[in-house]
T-cell receptor, first 114, second 115 residues
Framework: DTAVSQTPKYLVTQMGNDKSIKCEQNLGHDTMYWYKQDSKKFLKIMFSYNNKELIINETVPNRFSPKSPDKAHLNLHINSLELGDSAVYFC?????????????FGAGTRLSVL | AQKVTQAQTEISVVEKEDVTLDCVYETRDTTYYLFWYKQPPSGELVFLIR??????QNEISGRYSWNFQKSTSSFNFTITASQVVDSAVYFC????????????FGTGTRLTIIP
């Protein structure tokens, strides 16, 4: 059983399109996150949700809209895709809020915008 | 603001050698947590260890050991008797009590173990 699963694993699309990435965790965690890893492998937080409530929005363009239908799911919708959005997007989850909580990551979604 | 520096971009060692990955962090908070994650070639991020700022004891887990020194703001990671399966990118990360729960990552160290 995969603890944090993301779909799709690969996403290739044209500039200007809208796409979604789904994330589900079966760990019973309360908090979920989206991170972006750029071409130089740098990882940066985008969003976090706790019990479906937005906690962190780290100056991400509003073309990115996270949605949490329940605490086990956090989806990421991206409108009007740009070349610079090409990256690997990681979903993560942790038990509760707070700096001490270990974040467990999914396998990543590699987005390529052509 | 928090910052994590991994000055070693790439390291290559021959199998069975020991290797140390450096991590230096910056924060003004007194309560914080340090983490190491491994990203193998398959791409997933695997949690390795968490340390809190009040516990400076070194930790050993099999061939892995971690040396936390507050005096030098460092949290270094040593792999003893390296194996090819250790080849990966390793990330050091920091979270602080008043920074929500976001992880601030270093830029990673790519470790290649040569058979």
């Amino acid at each position: 059983d995969t603890a944090v699963s993301q779909t799709p694993k690969y996403l290739v699309t044209q500039m200007g399109n809208d796409k979604s990435i789904k994330c589900e965790q079966n760990l019973g965690h309360d908090t979920m996150y989206w991170y972006k890893q750029d071409s130089k492998k740098f990882l940066k937080i985008m969003f976090s949700y706790n019990n479906k409530e937005l906690i962190i929005n780290e100056t991400v363009p509003n073309r990115f809209s996270p949605k949490s239908p329940d605490k086990a799911h956090l989806n990421l919708h991206i409108n009007s895709l740009e070349l610079g959005d090409s990256a690997v997007y990681f979903c993560a989850s942790s038990q509760g809020q707070g700096a001490k909580n270990i974040q467990y990551f999914g396998a990543g979604t590699r987005l390529s915008v052509l | 603001a928090q910052k994590v520096t991994q000055a070693q971009t790439e390291i290559s060692v021959v199998e069975k050698e020991d290797v140390t990955l450096d991590c230096v962090y910056e924060t003004r908070d007194t309560t914080y947590y340090l983490f190491w994650y491994k990203q193998p070639p398959s791409g997933e991020l695997v949690f390795l260890i968490r340390r809190n700022s009040f516990d400076e004891q070194n930790e050993i887990s099999g061939r892995y050991s971690w040396n936390f020194q507050k005096s030098t703001s460092s949290f270094n990671f040593t792999i003893t008797a390296s194996q090819v399966v250790d080849s990966a990118v390793y990330f050091c990360a920091l979270s602080v009590d008043f920074g929500n729960e976001k992880l601030t990552f270093g830029t990673g160290t790519r470790l290649t173990i040569i058979p």
